[in-house]
């Protein structure tokens, strides 16, 4: 049994998947419009958090990294350079989502990522998201180990592109 206030963030992070990383959302009435489903903007914030936890697992987060990160690049951050959204069905409260995020292309200072927002099997929500390295509002070439560890992720993806 977990004491009260044990850090369980990695349980709620997800987890490492071939290729990439996966994790569940609930949807809450606070996702939803006026009609009961899932509101379009919301599943950005799925994504979001699927891209984030995807960083925070495979090492981002890591207080090595990030000093060694600050060093090479001071005041860093990953901004997303450009997406491209497919709606495909809706989802509706009380929904268990997957997010799925998958490492299709690490280049030098941009990561491309799929990722899809599914029930069960069914994909209801599919994007393709390039995301910047930056520092000090330039873009900059990602630090070795982070670009080993998401190039690593690309190869093993069974859809990546040939």
Same mark, same amino acid.
């Given at each position: 049994?977990?004491?009260?206030?044990?850090?369980?963030?990695?349980?709620?992070?997800?987890? !490492?998947?071939?290729?990439? +990383?996966?994790?569940?959302?609930?949807?809450?009435?606070?996702?939803?419009?006026?009609?009961?489903?899932?509101? +379009? =903007?919301?599943?950005?914030?799925?994504? #979001?958090? $699927?891209?984030?936890?995807?960083?925070?697992?495979? $090492?981002? /987060?890591?207080?090595?990294?990030?000093?060694?990160?600050?060093?090479?690049?001071?005041?860093? =951050?990953?901004?997303?350079?450009?997406?491209?959204?497919?709606?495909?069905?809706?989802?509706?409260?009380?929904?268990? !989502?997957?997010?799925?995020? !998958?490492? +299709?292309?690490?280049?030098?200072?941009?990561?491309?990522?799929?990722?899809?927002?599914?029930? &069960?099997?069914?994909?209801?929500? #599919? &994007?393709?998201?390039?995301?910047?390295?930056?520092? #000090?509002?330039?873009?900059?070439?990602?630090?070795?180990?982070?670009?080993?560890?998401?190039?690593? /992720?690309? #190869?093993?993806?069974?859809?990546?592109?040939?």
């Amino acid at each position: 049994m977990k004491k009260s206030g044990q850090d369980t963030s990695k349980e709620l992070a997800g987890r !490492l998947i071939a290729g990439g +990383h996966s994790m569940q959302v609930r949807v809450y009435y606070e996702d939803t419009d006026f009609t009961g489903i899932v509101y +379009h =903007a919301n599943y950005l914030r799925f994504m #979001e958090r $699927g891209r984030t936890n995807y960083l925070r697992l495979i $090492g981002a /987060d890591h207080r090595a990294l990030f000093e060694q990160t600050e060093k090479e690049a001071p005041s860093f =951050a990953f901004v997303v350079r450009s997406m491209k959204i497919d709606f495909r069905k809706p989802a509706f409260m009380d929904d268990l !989502l997957e997010v799925r995020s !998958l490492s +299709h292309e690490v280049s030098g200072a941009s990561i491309v990522l799929v990722q899809r927002v599914m029930r &069960g099997e069914e994909v209801l929500v #599919e &994007g393709e998201v390039r995301v910047a390295f930056v520092s #000090e509002g330039r873009p900059k070439r990602i630090p070795e180990a982070l670009r080993k560890a998401m190039g690593a /992720d690309a #190869e093993r993806n069974p859809e990546r592109r040939a």
